[in-house]
């Protein structure tokens, strides 16, 4: 090559790289709407040491997880029917049903004016004449209302609010989180709370007992629980008709054994024993607690009552695959259903059992007072799958209407449809309850576990 070509290669060259350095200094200077490398220089993309400048990332916007498990919905839910009311603003783990001393909007003071006539000749004897006043002082009235107490499933506060007028106000402040069930006893006063432990297999069962009210005070947030732990891994646990007293199901050794709880003096009392360990009981009245085998589909479930003053332990139902029950309050009916989810009623003088016109499961309802009624949330549909474990293995979700049975007559009679109260609400009734005077009618919706109540009247 000629000493002349040569030179005009060396200029060309050196004109091509100053070209491309030239391009990429405006290069990295341009934005590009939409790109992912936006004031990033391009060779520092196969930089091995990466760029000196150090970024701070952006505050999290994730909210904290929810120990309840429950996902809010998307959209808020209009109710148009006024008997229809969501009483808790939050998940909850069980609730009580109870009678509350409320004072009355009435003064507690009058004014009196006291008159006479005169007869003085100037005045008509007719013309009242006002001479002094008198302040007449009157004790508060007060009534006894439904009200309800509850406890949050996320962290363990308690809150109360009355039934005819929604006004939710927390009654405790102690924090125990993720609740997974809550019962009430003594009235409304005790609480049995049961939660995992940190290895998330030992369960712990607390009663704790409430401070006591002032009569007027129901405003207070400051109450704390104060009680004692009841053994590990307790299997079950049913509250008497009297809310008096607990009782609850623990193995010891190869047995199981039953002992009562008195919620005021704290006695215990061994009342049941068994080699079979897998026991739902109810404690229906004073007399007898019933214990029903743990229901699956396909599998034979059987029926037991123990008599508390003999200790008889006594055959009532057997061999219904699946079984559930729930005894009435005076023990002479007990509501059963079986893996196909049909209901039947069974007689307990007269061994005898009479089908329902229904499909539903025995604890998605609530005996009436008297012991002849039920309340019943009733699926609108029934696929054809396992019963009852697909329901309580959350496998299945159930869309409920609420309905009444006179078991006299055996008349049915739909009081609602929740469907018809707002659109896109559906409940999954569990944990049904009614006022001492059926007034009002009290359930949980299973698929987010807020607290429901229906006016019945």
Known sequence: MSKRNFILLIIILILIIAGVFVFFYFQKNTNTPGGDNTNT???SQFNPFGSKKTTTPPPSTTPPADISDYEPPTTSIEITNTNLKKISSMPVAGFVVFSKERLKDTPISTTTPVVETTTNGTIPATTPVVKKTT????????EFVSALRYVDKTNGNIYQTFADKIEERRFSTTVIPKIYEAFFGNKGNSVVMRYLKEDGRTIQTFVGKLSKEILGGDTT????LTGSFLPENIKDISISPDTL???YLFELGNNIVGTTLNLSDDKKVQVFDSPFTDWLSLWPNSKIITFTTKPS????GYMYALDLSSKNFSNILSNINGLTTLTSPDGKLVLYGNDALSLS???TDTKTSDLLGIKTIPEKCVWGRVGNTLYCAVPKSIDNVG?????????VSFSDELWKIDILTGNATMVFDPTTAAEGLEIDGIKLALDDNEN???????KDSYLWEYNLK
């Open 41 to 43: 220089n391009f060779f």
């Open 135 to 142: 302040t007449k002082i009157t004790s508060p009235l007060t």
């Open 221 to 224: 947030e400051s109450s704390e």
């Open 245 to 247: 007293n607990l009782f």
């Open 297 to 300: 589909s396909g599998i034979p």
């Open 345 to 347: 009623i069974f007689h």
């Open 387 to 395: 019963y009852p474990d697909s329901w309580y293995q959350g496998e």
């Open 440 to 446: 009002y009618l009290f359930f949980v919706n299973k």
